[in-house]
């Protein structure tokens, strides 16, 4: 078994190597890759990821779908992404369960990197993010459809969140993502974990320097528990976005401590991860959300899952070599 404080001891070769142009065209011309990349992606195209959706919200989980692409550019593809989203919002908006009660939530959701809204742009980039965003929550209010904003590296944090809390102002359910490894967080969750606020917790998914983020294991899941503390004492409505079987239990076990009811947060996890997990949750009453991924940017994506497991590393490396 792998020690816990080594469970991954190669994330941050596998996400430096990610980035190199090298690697991204060796891994994305390899035979055999798009059918371990169909684990985690729900499809290339728009029907297809709905069709997953729609059998994931019959097996009663909520969704967040997101459209793949980031560290965009290019102002016309940012704008295209715009279109995009604003399609898969009507669609969305059309389905039944964009309309039924659903608590304190709603069953649709759609996750967005405010990256591939333009936020990378050379010049003007906020600003520019900033506009398409505040487009999509008006055609997302429109659908019956909540919005929640990615996090990306850490040189984006300050950018995001204050993005997202001026369109709050006006679109009060827009929801945020903060992460655990970051030693920012727990400051961070305490000055947004006010009433009516949608916290996303993860422990974090980007190779960040120890400057800025806690390296090991035991730091980060640490991070992760003060942190969940914060935002179940708070006002908000958390999002426990973690596959880790001791953040499930502690979310319960928080949620108990502060008498919170099983519709005052919920639980998130990956498309293709802990899949039985997710069913027998929601099958136990338990609010469970499947982030969703679809489109053809797949490739960032799909490094990051390779990083964070050594087993689907190794699967990956197995399935290569057995079809070399
Ligand atoms: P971690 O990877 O530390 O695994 C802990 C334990 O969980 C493992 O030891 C194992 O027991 C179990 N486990 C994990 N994967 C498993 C598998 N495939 N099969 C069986 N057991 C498994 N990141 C980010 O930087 N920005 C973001 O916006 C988001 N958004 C986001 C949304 C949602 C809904 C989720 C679930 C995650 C994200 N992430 C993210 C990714 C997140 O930061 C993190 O990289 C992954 O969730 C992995 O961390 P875990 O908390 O799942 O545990």
Redesign the pocket.
Known sequence: MVPRAL?NPLRPAILAAARSPRVKSAITHAPGTRSLVTRFVAGETRAEALTVARALLDSGRMV?LDHLGEDTTDLAQARATVDEYRGLLAELGDLPQAHAPAGRTRRLEV?VKLSALGQSLPSGGGAVALEHAHQLCAAAQEAGVWITV???DHTTTDSTLSIVTELRAEYPWLGA?L?AYLRRTEGDCRNLSGTGSRI?L?????REPESVAFQS?AE??AS?LRCLEVLMDGRGYPMV???????VAAAAASARRVARGSDEYEH???YG??DVEQARLADAGVQM?V?LPYGRQWYGYFM?RLA??P??LTFFLRSLATRG
């Open positions: 469970a967040s996750s990615d996090a990306e993502v992460q996303r993860c422990k974090g998914a980007y294991r980060v899941d992760y976005a973690s596959h880790d079987p001791a953040m998130q996890m990956l991860i802990r959300r982030y990051r964070e497991r087993a689907n």
